[in-house]
């Protein structure tokens, strides 16, 4: 079982291009996030997916788009990047509400010049 | 917002020594996370506490939850070179997961 898997791992954009950062899970869970990572910083949620078909947004929303493809795959599309978006991003699922715990991928890191 | 937030920010010790974090909150939590981050990984989970609970155990992991005071220790007992990482707290609130915070983490550097 590979998890949760992102893609790609390593990005270089320049400002105002556009991207789509894609992850996909083999746990069979139904909730899916992706947050940012910035140093001094920590986690905030950008978008969320409760279940196939929902999307909603989460802390830092702006500049993202997201679509929750089926329910394996859930994408982050940045329209026209910016500086601000250089960060780390991360694709996590939820385990179930009674286990409670996110599973994370690896990560994606993203310069935007 | 941050909901969580770790002490210290950085901590250095010594292998076999007993590291301690503190995490604290705000609002009214479901349950509390630890999870610990390597250098350049992915997030991985620790443990979970819930709001009824007030000390659970995992290996060489002792949590404490203290609702009143709102806050949560992380005590890992005889360290090792490789539980070198950053440590992170997140609290889910009882309005659910879409609104669980991290901390902004301790990073833990233990030396041989």
């Known amino acids: 079982n590979a998890g949760v898997t992102q893609t790609p791992k390593f990005q270089v954009l320049k400002t105002g291009q556009s991207m789509t950062l894609q992850c996909a899970q083999d746990?069979?869970?139904?909730?899916m996030y992706w947050y940012r990572q910035d140093p001094g910083m920590g986690l905030r949620l950008i978008y969320y997916s409760a279940s196939e078909g929902t999307t909603d947004k989460g802390e830092v929303p702006n500049g993202y788009n997201v679509s929750r493809l089926n329910k394996r795959e859930f994408s982050l599309r940045l329209e026209s990047a910016a500086p601000s978006q250089t960060s780390v991003y991360f694709c996590?699922?939820?385990?179930?509400?009674?286990?409670?715990?996110?599973?994370f991928g690896e990560g994606s890191r993203l310069t935007v010049l | 917002s941050q909901q969580g937030e770790e002490d210290p920010q950085a901590l250095s010790i010594q292998e076999g020594e007993n590291a301690t974090m503190n995490c604290s909150y705000k609002?009214?939590?479901?349950?509390l996370q630890w999870y610990r981050q390597n250098s350049g990984r992915g997030l991985v989970h620790l443990i979970l506490i819930r709001s009824n609970e007030r000390e659970k155990h995992s290996g060489r992991l002792r949590v404490t939850l203290d609702t009143s005071k709102k806050s949560s220790s992380l005590l890992i007992t005889a360290s090792r070179a490789a539980d070198t990482a950053s440590y992170f707290c997140a609290t889910v609130p009882n309005s659910g997961y879409s609104t669980l915070t991290f901390g902004k983490g301790t990073m833990l550097l233990v030396s041989p």
């Open positions: 746990m069979n869970h139904n909730s």
């Open positions: 609002t009214s939590i479901n349950n």
């Open positions: 996590a699922t939820l385990g179930g509400a009674f286990t409670g715990e996110l599973f």
